[in-house]
């Protein structure tokens, strides 16, 4: 059974200070990995998409690395914002799962202005 | 375009009490999901209809959660003597279907169901 884990659980840091969140997955047999932000009482936003062949993917001040091998993935957020602040869910859908997602338990961030 | 609707925003519950959960995807989507998510958690994946067929419901937890899209649009999550380990958030999410694999999933704000 796939097992994602997000390290740290929480993440507090000051404004404009680069910063990488952590996601690893136990079974590397996966069709793709996904980002999503999540701010309080709200449902997901997608972030960033990365397919089983890509090594990473970028969006702004967003970029994204898959190793599958080794079943990691990194979110890396450069120039931080206080706006930046909300928890980030790592997800992968395996491969044949007719898009059925496995999420991490998430990194709460925390821009302090 | 709208996103993906879901009502009520907030649910109390007795336990014992039958509810409704009710999604709207985006229109013409033809995938649609249903997860629970836990406080402190992510979401975990309860059931998938493309769609008016349920084509994968390995994820409902017990036969107190039934859940159905009788015209392949609006779909009801429905959930039997609500216990209070049910409480949580109920996200629907939706995405075009054959073809756009690899397109992100749309997910709606949720409901989140509290059972006292």
Redesign the interface.
Same mark, same amino acid.
């Not at chain 2, 694999?101 to 949720?110: I, Q, T, V």
């Given at each position: 059974k796939q097992e994602v884990t997000q390290i740290p659980a929480a993440l507090s840091v000051p404004e404009g200070e680069n910063l990488v969140l952590n996601c690893s997955f136990t079974d590397s047999a996966i069709y793709n990995l996904q980002w999503f932000r999540q701010d309080p009482g709200k449902g997901l936003t997608s972030l960033l998409l990365i397919q089983s062949s890509q090594r990473e993917q970028t969006s702004g001040r967003l970029n994204a690395s898959l190793d599958k091998s080794s079943g990691r993935s990194t979110l890396y957020i450069a120039a931080s914002q206080p706006g930046d602040s909300a928890t980030y869910l790592c997800a992968v859908e395996a491969s044949g799962s007719a898009r059925q997602l496995t999420f991490g338990s998430g990194t709460q961030l925390t821009v302090l202005p | 375009g709208a996103g993906?609707s879901q009502s009520p925003r907030y649910k109390v519950a007795k336990r014992g009490q039958d509810v409704a959960l009710r999604c709207d995807p985006i229109s013409g989507h033809v995938?649609l999901?249903w997860?629970q998510q836990a406080l402190?958690?992510?979401?975990? $994946?309860l059931t998938?209809f493309?769609n008016e067929a349920q +084509?994968?419901k390995s994820?409902l937890p017990s036969d107190r959660f039934f859940a159905e899209r009788p015209e392949g649009s609006v779909s009801t999550l429905k959930i039997q003597r609500t216990q209070q380990e049910d409480s949580a958030v109920y996200?629907c999410?939706s $995405?075009p279907g054959q073809g756009f694999?690899?397109?992100? +999933?749309?997910?709606?704000?949720?409901t989140?169901l509290t059972v006292t």
């Open positions: - | 993906v995938s999901f997860y402190g958690q992510g979401p975990e $994946f998938y493309q +084509l994968d994820g996200l999410a $995405f694999y690899n397109s992100p +999933l749309h997910f709606g704000n949720g989140r």
